[in-house]
């Protein structure tokens, strides 16, 4: 059975860093774009950053420019969320998809969660202020 699990969340103080794992396992993620999600609460699920299956294309939600950088690794199914000088409005959970469509930009893939076929559970982040 194919699925994403998503590992790594946790609290940390403001201008802390974490790094996001998303494990891929049953689908060969080097044929999926992937991309990584959050929602806070009493908010809607947003795209925070994904990545072409080829790593050739990435998309970065404006308040996450120039502080997360997503990468991937296919050799070992895994998926990557560095996160660097986080802020209390980072919190929230964060998720993991896949996605099979053949999409012209990552910006299509993160402005519409339908693009994705498989979801993770989700990881904690919380930021103290």
């Known amino acids: 059975q194919a699925q994403v699990v998503e590992s790594g969340g946790g609290l940390v103080q403001a201008g802390g860093s974490l790094r996001l794992s998303c494990t891929a396992s049953g689908l060969p993620m080097d044929d999926y774009a992937m991309g990584w999600f959050r929602q806070a609460p009493g908010k809607e699920r947003v795209g925070v950053s994904c990545i072409s299956w080829s790593v050739a294309s990435t998309y970065y939600v404006d308040p996450v420019k120039g502080r997360f950088t997503i990468s991937r690794d296919n050799a070992k199914n895994t998926l990557y969320l560095q996160m660097n000088k986080l802020k209390p409005e980072d919190t929230a959970m964060y998720y993991c998809?896949?996605?099979?469509?053949?999409?012209?930009?990552?910006?299509?893939?993160?402005?519409?969660?339908?693009?994705?076929?498989?979801w993770g559970q989700g990881t904690q982040v919380t930021v103290s202020s």
């Open positions: 998809a896949a996605s099979s469509l053949n999409l012209r930009t990552t910006y299509d893939y993160c402005s519409g969660s339908s693009s994705f076929d498989y």
